[in-house]
C-alpha cells in the first residue's frame, strides 16, 4: 500500500525530475538542512549542456531582475501541508453543483488545486492589487526550513491579517508586488489547458511589469494582446492637464491552440457540381502593393479557357506573382468572370475552400476575430458601481468591475466550450462568478467557476461593515446568491445557481504524520492517532481529493455499511473509510465495488497480518484498484 504525502505537490522535485530525464548527468547529491542526502542539480554542468559555447562565468543578457525575484520563484515550488475544509452552511446546493467558492490566501490555494486542476481551466480572469500606494499586498514567508514552516501553519498575525499596505515610500515598492505576483501566475499557467488564457485587469502604475513578467512566465510567443478599457469619463482637475480614463486588460495564451472568437454573420458558401463536397466562397486576388513593390505581381493575368487577359493595377498588383498562377489555377484557386452564371464579378478573384477557413480558425466556423476595440456595451467604473448597488441597496464595496467587463472575455474565450472552468483568485465581490452565471442563462452555457478570495476584513467604518459584512468573503458569497435569484426570476434559465464553499486551514493530519523522526516517548500516548481530534471524515476525504488530483466538484455520497461510514467520489472513482477496525466483511463489500482508487486509516487494520489480507483480497476482488493509506 502506498501511504499518501497529505501535502501539496513539490514543484522542485518535479522539475528535478523533469531535468534528469533530459540530462541524467547533471543529477548529483546533496546534504539538506537536516544532513538528509537528497537530488539536487549541478548547475554549472547544466549552464554548459544549454549552451554551445564554453561557459566561464555570469554574462549579461536581456532579463527582468529584482530583489526577490529567486524569492517568489521559491514560494511558488515550496509544498505546503494545508488543506481545504468544507463549509456546507454557507454553501447552496451542495449535492448537485460543480461551482467553487475558496476563502483563503490565492497562493496557498493554488498550490492546493495543482493537482485537482492541472491543465483543466479554461480562462483565468484576474483583478489583482494595481499598487497605486494606497492598496495592500499579499507578503508571502516562506524563508523558513521546510520543518519550520510547516509548523509555523499559519502565516497570519494574531488577528488573521496576511495583506501589507505597500506606500511609494516603500523602497521595495516595486520588488513586493512583482514577487506577490509571479509566484501566483506562475502556479496559475499549470492550472491552464493548453488552449486556455489568462486575462489581468491592469493600469498604468504596473502594466509594463505585469507584461514583463508574463513575457517569462508565458514566452513572449503568447502574448495576445492589451485591451484598453475607458473605465470613466473625463475628469478636469488632474495632473499636467491630462485625464487618464483607460485602464488595460493584459491578454496572454498558454499556447497557440488559443483563439479568441466573438460570433459573427456566417460565411455565404457555394457548392457547385464541379467541386464536389467543397463549398467555397470567393475572396479579392488583389493587393495594396505598387508594381515597383511588387514588380513580379504586377502582369497580365491571363485566362486559360478563353484567352481572355486581366492587367494588374501599378497601384494594386495581384496577391500571387506571375511564377505562381498556374500553381494555383491548377489547384481551383482562381475564379474568372464567366465561370459561374450567379457570380457577377469583373475580374479574377481567389477562392477559399470551407476547408481551409476550418483549418485556419481551428473549427471556429461562423465566427469572426476579435478586436483590441472593445464594445461600448462593456460600461465603465460606474456600471460595476451599479451592478452591485442594485444587489446590496448601497455601495457596499468600492470599485468592482462591471459584470459585461468579465462576461466579455469568458465569452469570446468560450464561445466554442460553453462547459468550461473559469477561475479567479482575486476575486473580490465575485463579479466573474456573476458573468459567469449571466452568461450562461443568455447562451445556455454549463460554465463553471472556481472563485478565491481572502477573508479580508472590512473597514469598522464602511457601508458594508455596517451591514453585517465583516469580511470580503461574506460580501462575495452573498452577491452570488443574490445575483443566483436575480438571474433565475428574469430568466427562469435552468442553469447552476449555487456553489460548495471551501475554507483553507491547517493539515488534518498531526505533526508526527509529516516528521515521525521527531516523536519523543513521552508523547507516544497522546499521539495514538495522526489525525487531528476536531477532523471529520469529509474533512480528510477533501485533502485526499486533492492530493489524487479530483475536481472538487464531483458528486460525493457518503453510506453506513455494517456501522462503517465510506465516503464515495463519483460513483466507484474513489471510496474511501476512516473509521477504526475496519472488518473484512465491510472491506469485500467496497472491494466488490472495484473502485479505482480506495482509502484507509492506518488504524483501519486491527494489526499487519489484517492489512496483508486485505491486499490480498483487493487483488483477488479488484485488482485494479490502487491501495492508499494514511
Given amino acids: 500500500m502506498n501511504k499518501l504525502t497529505m501535502k501539496s505537490v513539490d514543484l522542485t522535485q518535479v522539475n528535478i525530475d523533469k531535468i534528469a530525464e533530459l540530462f541524467p548527468n547533471v543529477i548529483t547529491e546533496a546534504r539538506d538542512e537536516h544532513g538528509k542526502v537528497i537530488r539536487a542539480i549541478d548547475f554549472d554542468l547544466l549552464k554548459q549542456e544549454l549552451s554551445d559555447v564554453l561557459v566561464e562565468g555570469e554574462k549579461e543578457r536581456y532579463q527582468l531582475t529584482w530583489p526577490g525575484k529567486k524569492q517568489a520563484i521559491l514560494n511558488a515550488n515550496t509544498p505546503i501541508d494545508k488543506t481545504l475544509r468544507p463549509v456546507k452552511e454557507d454553501s447552496v446546493d451542495w449535492d448537485i453543483t460543480q461551482n467553487l467558492y475558496i476563502e483563503g490566501d490565492n497562493l496557498e490555494v493554488l498550490k492546493l488545486l495543482q493537482e485537482s486542476y492541472l491543465n483543466k481551466v479554461k480562462c483565468i480572469y484576474i483583478d489583482p492589487p494595481y499598487n497605486t500606494g494606497n492598496d495592500f499586498i499579499y507578503r508571502d514567508n516562506y524563508r523558513q526550513a521546510e520543518k519550520e514552516y510547516l509548523d509555523a501553519s499559519g502565516q497570519t498575525d494574531e488577528e488573521g491579517n496576511q495583506l501589507v499596505s505597500n506606500p511609494v515610500s516603500n523602497g521595495r515598492f ?105 463549398p467555397w466562397r470567393i475572396h479579392d486576388l488583389t493587393k495594396q502593393t505598387s508594381a515597383s513593390e511588387r514588380p513580379n505581381s504586377f502582369f497580365t493575368m491571363v485566362n486559360p479557357k478563353t484567352g481572355e487577359e486581366y492587367p494588374a493595377n ?107 472552468i473559469i477561475l479567479d483568485f482575486f476575486s473580490g465581490s465575485a463579479t466573474t462568478a456573476h458573468a459567469v452565471m449571466k452568461l450562461n442563462a443568455e447562451d445556455g452555457g454549463q460554465r463553471k467557476y472556481i472563485m478565491v478570495q481572502l477573508p479580508e476584513k472590512t473597514d469598522e467604518t464602511s457601508e458594508a461593515y455596517k451591514a453585517g459584512f465583516k469580511n470580503i ?115 469485500k463489500q467496497i472491494a466488490a465495488e472495484q473502485p479505482l482508487r480506495v482509502v484507509f486509516r492506518d488504524s483501519s487494520f486491527e494489526d499487519d497480518a489484517a492489512r496483508i489480507n486485505v491486499e490480498e483480497l483487493f487483488k483477488m476482488l479488484s485488482p485494479g484498484t490502487e491501495i492508499q493509506v494514511l
Avoid at 400 to 414: A, D, H, V
Wanted: glycine share 6%; proline share 4%; net charge negative.
Fill in 174 to 278: 516595486h520588488s513586493d508586488w512583482l514577487t506577490m505576483m509571479y509566484s501566483r501566475i506562475k502556479i496559475a499557467r499549470h492550472l491552464l489547458r493548453e488552449d486556455g488564457v489568462l486575462f489581468v485587469s491592469i493600469d498604468d502604475n504596473e502594466v509594463d511589469n505585469l507584461k514583463k513578467i508574463c513575457d517569462e512566465i508565458f514566452g513572449r510567443e503568447h502574448y495576445v494582446a492589451q485591451f484598453p478599457w475607458r473605465k470613466r469619463t473625463a475628469k478636469s482637475d488632474v495632473p499636467f492637464g491630462v485625464s487618464q480614463d483607460y485602464e488595460w486588460v493584459v491578454c496572454y495564451a498558454k499556447s497557440s491552440a488559443y483563439i479568441a472568437s466573438i460570433e459573427g454573420k456566417e460565411r455565404e458558401y457555394y457548392e457547385t457540381p464541379d467541386l464536389p463536397n467543397r
Fill in 314 to 420: 501599378p497601384n494594386r498588383t495581384w496577391a500571387i506573382t506571375v511564377d505562381t498562377f498556374q500553381q494555383y489555377y491548377d489547384e481551383h484557386r482562381i475564379v474568372f468572370p464567366g465561370d459561374y452564371d450567379f457570380l457577377k464579378i469583373s475580374k479574377p478573384v481567389f477562392r477559399y475552400f470551407k476547408e481551409d477557413d476550418m483549418k485556419k480558425a481551428g473549427d471556429l466556423f461562423g465566427y469572426v476575430v476579435v478586436s483590441t476595440n472593445l464594445p461600448k456595451e462593456v460600461g465603465m467604473t460606474q456600471d460595476g458601481t451599479k451592478d452591485i448597488g442594485e444587489l446590496f441597496n448601497g455601495k457596499i464595496f468600492g470599485f468592482p468591475k462591471p459584470i459585461e467587463l468579465i462576461k466579455y472575455f469568458i465569452k469570446i474565450s468560450t464561445n466554442h466550450d460553453k462547459e468550461a
Fill in 473 to 587: 468573503c461574506e460580501i462575495g458569497k452573498e452577491r452570488i446568491r443574490r445575483a443566483a435569484k436575480k438571474i433565475k426570476e428574469e430568466t427562469g434559465a435552468d442553469i447552476d445557481y449555487g456553489f460548495r464553499v471551501f475554507r483553507v486551514d491547517s493539515s488534518n493530519m498531526k505533526d508526527v504524520y509529516y516528521t515521525p523522526d521527531k516523536l519523543k516517548q513521552g508523547d507516544i500516548f497522546d499521539l495514538a492517532s495522526n489525525i487531528k481530534e476536531d477532523r471529520t471524515g469529509e474533512d480528510l476525504l477533501i485533502q485526499v481529493m486533492l492530493e489524487l488530483g479530483l475536481e472538487l466538484s464531483l458528486p460525493m455520497e457518503t453510506k453506513q455499511i455494517e456501522g462503517k461510514t465510506v465516503h464515495y467520489v463519483a460513483g466507484n472513482s474513489l471510496i474511501a473509510c476512516f473509521d477504526d477496525n475496519v472488518p473484512e466483511s465491510v472491506m
